[in-house]
């Protein structure tokens, strides 16, 4: 008697391509890797919350190098921070993300701008307040520039974000607290300073929401930055 051969059950198939589909799944969703050049811990964190937000697959690391201070315009500086980034930290995985942030008083011409740290530490929160004082004007500006650079030879992405506002006495000790002028800045669009919003609050309406906005925008639709 001839035994005829036995086909093995359609569902080995289908197993097989279960576990080819979750493999590729396993590759597609692999984490990508932003370095994020900065010392500054808040700053990082803020970045990370606005980021989770939108992405699973996206982490921001910290690239704590040191960079010369550099002057000029904001575009001019992140730039040039771009630049020197990239020369001093090689075979990276990911691109390199920098940020310049500026506060401007519009009766002073748009100064302290990108120096406001500066500032800050020589004449403290209730300093910038008093310079603000010296006229009737005391609106301003705060702004944020990231820029992101797949490597060396590739050109550079800005994305700015601008909150306007004006200078106050210093309130409230959330976010940067003591260590920022996030109580001296209080944005139009509200009552508080930046400092008495929480974190999500700040982060809609914040200049560095808005930056990483557009930054995050451009990721949704430029994967290839990552390869």
Not at 6 to 13: A, D, F, L, N, R
Not at 178 to 186: M, Q, R, T, V, Y
Request: with cysteine.
């Amino acid at each position: 008697m001839v035994k005829k051969a036995i086909k093995k059950p359609k569902s080995v198939k289908k197993g097989k391509q279960i576990k080819q589909k979750s493999r590729t799944t396993q590759k597609k969703s692999k984490t990508k890797i932003i370095n994020f050049v900065s010392g500054n811990k808040n700053k990082l964190r803020e970045l990370n919350d606005i980021f989770s937000e939108n992405f699973k697959d996206i982490v921001v690391k910290q690239l704590d190098i040191d960079l010369p201070e550099l002057q000029g315009l904001p575009e001019e500086i992140v730039r040039g921070k771009l630049k020197l980034a990239l020369e001093k930290s090689k075979n990276l995985k990911g691109p390199v993300l920098v940020e310049d942030t500026s506060l401007c008083f519009n009766a002073y011409g748009g100064l302290p701008g990108p120096y406001i740290k500066y500032f800050l530490k020589s004449i403290k929160q209730e300093g910038l307040y008093k310079m603000a004082c010296a006229f009737k004007d005391h609106s301003a500006y705060a702004q944020s520039i990231f820029g992101l650079q797949k490597n060396e030879k590739a050109e550079p992405h800005l994305f700015i974000g601008k909150t306007d506002g004006e200078i106050v006495s210093p309130r409230g000790q959330k976010n940067f607290g003591l260590s920022g002028w996030d109580p001296c800045f209080k944005p139009n669009c509200s009552k508080k300073t930046y400092a008495e919003m929480e974190e999500n609050e700040k982060n809609k309406i914040s200049h560095r929401g808005k930056s990483s906005k557009a930054l995050i925008d451009f990721l949704k639709k430029n994967d290839d930055i990552f390869q």
